[in-house]
């Protein structure tokens, strides 16, 4: 083979397998840890009024571990599970505010996932005012 095809067949080489290469951001990584929560909105009548809901925690681990709950909520202290198996909890809320749930390994105290309750007030229906004086022929 002649010298200047074998360096176009590398360089059409080295080409074609620097685009397989994938950077690390966009490679799929596997899910170590999920937490769902249900239901995951509350809407209360009135932005005044707390929302009073009863909802479930459910996760699923890779690596079956023990985990604790946390809430950025002082009245749903820390809850820990007992046993591998656990991977529910329920709970009765009554908040005004958002609540943020975090899923935490037991042994490490490392972050594995979290869930958000919203809370929504409805909004008022507004009348809708009239333009026109009622005399008006136009």
């Not at 890779?62 to 946390?70: A, F, G, H, R």
């Amino acid at each position: 083979m002649p010298p200047l095809r074998r360096i176009l067949c590398l360089l059409l080489l080295c080409i074609g397998f620097s685009g397989l290469n994938v950077p690390l951001a966009q490679a799929e990584v596997p899910e170590q840890a999920s937490l769902t929560l249900t239901p995951s909105i509350c809407i209360t009548s009135d932005a005044q009024k707390a929302c009073e809901i009863e909802i479930e925690l459910q996760w699923e681990l890779v690596n079956k571990e023990l985990i604790c709950i946390l809430s950025d909520n002082s009245a749903y202290p820390k809850w820990c599970s007992e046993s591998i198996g656990e991977q529910n909890l329920k709970l009765s809320i009554s908040t005004q505010s958002d609540i943020q749930f975090v899923m935490v390994s037991k042994s490490t105290n490392q972050t594995l996932a979290g869930a958000k309750l919203k809370v929504a007030a409805t909004a008022q229906s507004q009348v809708r005012r009239r333009y026109r004086n009622p005399w008006s022929l136009f």
